[in-house]
């Protein structure tokens, strides 16, 4: 296990990832209060995190001041320039030590460390040997945290037998070995992530604990997996980190002037969604970005030669894309107040994701041909994007294609959308031409409701009429519906449990517009579960999503019903009464 951890510490970059995710983790995990973490732009004075209690191996309590580098530590890193190592300790000494210490730290004596992922190399161990010497004193002292003494504090505060246990130990070593394969790599990583965070309540200090203990264990598989190269391990439990995480914090109780634990968990959360981020925009730059603007490349990508695996790795992307631009609308409009320039920049990446999904949506005609009938979530979230960032038009012409598309297919008996789900069950599909297979294959239905209550926003009324016809005459049986939250979707939900919920009926085209509106406002009215929903109360509409993406859950009704106007200015919120 050292070995594994030393290995990911000599990997991790200075910033963002030694000095933000894992270190102020790690002191708080030992026990230390962290008082300082590194800010942009603002100047440091040497010191990249400071923090104050007494470790385990110290006679005494200390004011801990660490100036923390990536990877090993030479010659060229000593002293080539402000940056360095050498100007550096020596800033803490003549500007941090005299000037920042808050009051209630000045008895305490200070040690000064020296942070690395890696290790001091042999060239400028002397170097460090004369410095610390020479400006040692009674009340200051150094000390090196190379990468060996850093995983021998995560083997023992973080990942310890007795802390951890040994079948999550065993889960965690089977995702690292298995980074190559992306669906066991991500089997394991769910059980590892299930056993640390368990859904029994916890004491405070145990909460915290673990929920510091997953997330360094889905940091080190994330790192593993980049060096493999293996971006869809990266996403997918990213974005499944960031659900346990909710639900091991969500019943915490938000009080107008938050205590120091639910500060902490709110810091731990803030963390989790910047993993998300970050390790899903690396996803996307390899992906999606740089193929979007061309004619099939991504479809062609691939490298399948049945078109279901191109359908469903395409709608699988986009899913990945809105979402990943719905998070970014988010925080861009929450922050545009408190962090001005932090908000432009995620402002800046929503609109050029809402273009690429435009790119994508053009250039890979299979998007407009769904295979699924849950492939309605993708269409539902893309349009929810479109709602909340004024651009509705933008899509109108694909949801008009996707109708066409998918009601001739009825007629002609190609690959029409089925609810079937078993991969060999869609590689056959159509099996037959008969309609007990279709009533088979499209018993129920959740995107032809979707389309059609949509369809009524800038689309011809022979063609919405037509549209009706085909589903009449082909899908007769078929149950057409929508699905609701329950009391219970908020305790399971989460953790992938989709057997909960309401299913609301009877929304046939073949009934009209203005009766399945009246349904399922009516549906939105009396189902008022979601709005009782935690993360919805606290306006993450963005994490209910991502669950009903990640586990293949509707989006309910609440969420996509389109506004009375057909004005791309208005834009639907979800409200509680």
Not at 38 to 57: C, E, F, K, W, Y
Not at 303 to 314: G, H, I, P, Q, W
Not at 484 to 501: H, L
């Amino acid at each position: 296990m050292k070995l594994i951890l030393k290995e990911y510490l000599a990997s991790l970059k200075e910033r963002g990832d030694l000095d933000k995710a894992l270190l102020p983790n790690l002191l708080s995990a030992m026990g230390l209060q962290v008082l300082k973490t590194p800010m942009i732009g603002t100047r440091q004075d040497g010191v990249d995190i400071s923090a104050v209690g007494q470790l385990p191996d110290d006679d005494r309590k200390y004011l801990y001041l660490l100036c923390v580098k990536a990877g090993d530590v030479g010659r060229n890193d000593w002293d080539a320039g402000p940056q360095s190592v050498r100007p550096e300790l020596q800033e803490i000494l003549d500007v941090y030590i005299g000037s920042k210490i808050a009051k209630e730290h000045h008895d305490l004596p200070i040690k000064i460390c020296l942070c690395m992922g890696g290790e001091l190399k042999e060239t400028v161990e002397g170097n460090w040997a004369g410095f610390t010497q020479k400006n040692a004193t009674s009340e200051v002292c150094f000390e090196l945290w190379n990468g060996d003494r850093l995983a021998g504090f995560m083997e023992r505060s973080l990942l310890a037998r007795e802390l951890l246990d040994e079948a999550a130990r065993r889960h965690f070593q089977k995702a690292l070995a298995m980074v190559n394969e992306p669906e066991a790599c991500y089997e394991y990583t769910r059980s590892f992530v299930a056993i640390v965070l368990p859904p029994e309540e916890m004491k405070d200090k145990e909460r915290l604990l673990r929920l510091r203990q997953a997330y360094i264990g889905l940091h080190v598989i994330c790192a593993w997996a980049i060096e493999a190269r293996s971006l869809d391990v990266v996403y997918r439990i990213s974005e499944l980190g960031l659900l346990f995480c909710w639900d091991a914090m969500r019943e915490q109780p938000i009080k107008p002037k938050p205590t120091k634990h639910q500060a902490a968990l709110t810091e731990i959360l803030d963390q989790y969604v910047r993993l998300y981020l970050m390790m899903s925009e690396l996803y996307f730059e390899k992906v999606l970005y740089p193929h979007a603007e061309t004619l099939h490349a991504l479809t062609v990508s691939v490298k399948s030669r049945e078109a279901v695996d191109a359908n469903l790795a395409m709608f699988d992307l986009l899913g990945r894309a809105a979402t990943r631009a719905i998070w970014t609308d988010l925080f861009g409009k929450a922050l545009s107040e408190a962090n001005p320039e932090f908000a432009r920049s995620l402002s800046e990446q929503t609109a050029k994701m809402l273009d690429v999904l435009v790119a994508l949506i053009n250039n890979n005609p299979t998007l407009g041909s769904p295979f699924k009938d849950d492939h309605m979530i993708e269409a539902a979230l893309v349009m929810y994007l479109a709602q909340q960032t004024s651009s509705g038009r933008r899509f109108m012409p694909w949801f008009h294609a996707m109708a066409e598309n998918t009601s001739f297919a009825l007629l002609t008996n190609a690959s029409y959308p089925t609810c079937f789900r078993d991969y060999n069950d869609l590689l056959a599909h159509p099996a037959s031409n008969e309609q007990e297979y279709r009533d088979e294959a499209c018993v129920g239905s959740i995107l032809y409701p979707y389309l059609f209550v949509w369809l009524q926003y800038g689309a011809e009324q022979s063609f919405i009429e037509e549209f009706s016809r085909r589903l009449s005459e082909k899908i007769p049986n078929c149950t057409h519906q929508a699905w609701f939250p329950d009391e219970e979707t908020d305790q399971k939900v989460w953790r992938g449990d989709t057997y909960n919920g309401i299913c609301v009926t009877d929304l046939s085209p073949s009934r009209g517009h203005a009766e399945i509106a009246d349904t399922l406002n009516l549906a939105i009215k009396e189902c008022g579960a979601i709005f009782e929903m935690t993360a919805m109360k606290r306006g993450l509409v963005p994490l209910f999503l991502t669950a009903c993406r990640h586990y293949r859950l509707p989006i309910p009704p609440t969420l996509w019903m389109p506004p009375q106007s057909d004005s791309d200015v208005v834009q639907v919120e979800p409200h509680s009464e």
